[in-house]
């Protein structure tokens, strides 16, 4: 069975630094999918950035990058001039396909706090 | 376009109770999903359904049950209510179920709490 393991359950960072969460996964699929979502203080939650397995390059938006390790199936998220706005539980999640649909797998967060 | 709306907000009931919880997925959406959020455990997922059909489930008793409608909006409930349900209950549309995959997009949640 695939598991999705996040070791940080909270971190903190000062405002403007860089700060990298981590998340380690286990399956034996080579095609699958992960995600990072953001779970803002009662708010939604929102997608911040996906990786394809299959995909070498490392997934990036804005100020959010990923370290895709797929032979060590890590799959860190480095958020660099940290705002205020980041604060957040932060989730890492894999996806894979199975029969007719997609199946996703959370792990069980990192809750983040900037500091100003 | 509108979002993913959950209604209630906000339950509290008490053991033995039902519930029912409501999802409208965003316009054009068939797939949603439901999940449960506890602390310390995360999200786990309780079932998908896509045209009205139940696609994938979770691994939960079968109090949990759900249905989707003709417009894609969908329902659970959860019969006899204990403790541990207490929970953020999310719902997640995508517009598509099976081909290439398509982002997941999450509502506000249900706050249920079992007294």
């Known amino acids: 069975a695939q598991t999705v393991t996040q070791s940080q359950p909270e971190m903190s960072v000062q405002e403007a630094e860089t700060v990298t969460l981590s998340c380690t996964y286990d399956t034996s699929e080579n095609n699958y999918y992960l995600f990072w979502y953001k779970q803002p203080p009662s708010r939604q939650m929102i997608l911040v950035i996906r990786q394809e397995a299959y995909k070498q390059q490392n997934a990036t938006e804005n100020r959010f990058s990923v370290n895709f390790q797929k032979a060590a199936k890590s799959f860190s998220l480095k958020i660099s001039d940290s705002q205020l706005g980041d604060t957040a539980m932060y989730f890492c999640?894999?996806?894979?396909?199975?029969?007719?649909?997609?199946?996703?797998?959370f792990g069980t967060g990192t809750r983040l706090k900037v500091l100003a | 376009k509108a979002g993913v709306t959950q209604t209630p907000r906000y339950l509290i009931k008490t053991r033995g109770q039902q519930v029912t919880l409501s999802c409208s997925p965003i316009s054009g959406h068939r797939s949603v999903s439901w999940y449960q959020q506890t602390p310390g455990q995360g999200l786990q997922f309780l079932f998908e359904?896509?045209?009205?059909?139940?696609?994938n489930k979770g691994n939960f008793p079968g109090r949990f049950s759900g249905r989707q409608f003709s417009n894609s909006r969908s329902e659970m409930n959860v019969s006899t209510l204990e403790l541990g349900d207490s929970a953020l209950y999310l719902c997640?549309?995508?517009?598509?179920?099976?081909?290439?995959?398509?982002?997941?997009?999450f509502g506000p949640g249900t706050r249920l709490t079992v007294l």
């Open positions: 999640a894999f996806m894979k396909q199975v029969p007719g649909t997609y199946k996703y797998i």
């Open positions: 359904y896509f045209s009205e059909t139940q696609r």
């Open positions: 997640a549309s995508r517009q598509t179920s099976g081909g290439p995959p398509d982002t997941q997009y």
